[in-house]
T-cell receptor, first 114, second 113 residues
Framework: AQSVTQPDIHITVSEGASLELRCNYS??????LFWYVQSPGQGLQLLLK??????LVQGIKGFEAEFKRSQSSFNLRKPSVHWSDAAEYFC????????????FGTGTQLKVEL | EPEVTQTPSHQVTQMGQEVILRCVPI?????FYWYRQILGQKVEFLVS????????KSEIFDDQFSVERPDGSNFTLKIRSTKLEDSAMYFC???????????FGSGTQLSVL
């Protein structure tokens, strides 16, 4: 069955430390890949996306993600976390070739310690 | 920056009652979606809407649910007879081209008592 897995439910990092949030997918072909962020009381905001081409994609707020086909992964990274990055992060996929919906992972709650 | 607007932000209803959740998508967008997130669970796709008809729906979107774009600007989700398990945050989203770039509203928290 097709699925998106975010193995870490909660992650705590210190401000200024680096961050990596994991995402793995299981699909028959390489889907479109996304990372969204949800701050408390807010909607989902798109951080970045991968469709094809360069496997390292840059997003907003200093985030980047790397697509690794061999590992079916699309991990989100940030070199230096700010306290305002505390939020819930969702990996999502959409089928290429006309799929109409996003399938989300279960999310990773990020806590930033000052 | 244009945004997707959802009203109300919170809705409390009694089991068995009908509710209508309202959304105003971004004005030049063509694709419209409803997603929901039960507390502590993942965001789930409910339905997509394009060219005045449903283009895809999930198994969650049964006969109790319906969507409508009544006046060319609003996009509504109706739950005909709410159940306790319908309690969730409901997100509306819209896009120009499809799932490649969705803009989400801030959600309506529905509580069914």
């Amino acid at each position: 069955a097709q699925s998106v897995t975010q193995p870490d439910i909660h992650i705590t990092v210190s401000e200024g430390a680096s961050l990596e949030l994991r995402c793995n997918y299981s699909y028959g072909a390489t889907p479109y890949l996304f990372w969204y962020v949800q701050s408390p009381g807010q909607g989902l905001q798109l951080l970045l996306k991968y469709f094809s081409g360069d496997t390292l994609v840059q997003g907003i707020k200093g985030f980047e993600a790397e697509f690794k086909r061999s590992q079916s992964s699309f991990n989100l990274r940030k070199p230096s976390v700010h306290w305002s990055d505390a939020a819930e992060y969702f990996c999502a996929v959409a089928l290429t070739g006309g799929g109409n919906k996003l399938t989300f992972g279960t999310g990773t709650q990020l806590k930033v310690e000052l | 920056e244009p945004e997707v607007t959802q009203t109300p932000s919170h809705q409390v209803t009694q089991m068995g009652q009908e509710v209508i959740l309202r959304c105003v998508p971004i004005s030049n967008h063509l694709y419209f979606y409803w997603y929901r997130q039960i507390l502590g669970q993942k965001v789930e796709f409910l339905v997509s809407f394009y060219n005045n008809e449903i283009s895809e729906k999930s198994e969650i979107f049964d006969d109790q649910f319906s969507v409508e774009r009544p006046d060319g600007s609003n996009f509504t989700l109706k739950i005909r007879s709410t159940k306790l398990e319908d309690s969730a945050m409901y997100f509306c989203a819209s896009s120009v081209t499809g799932p490649e770039k969705l803009f989400f509203g801030s959600g309506t928290q529905l509580s069914v008592l």
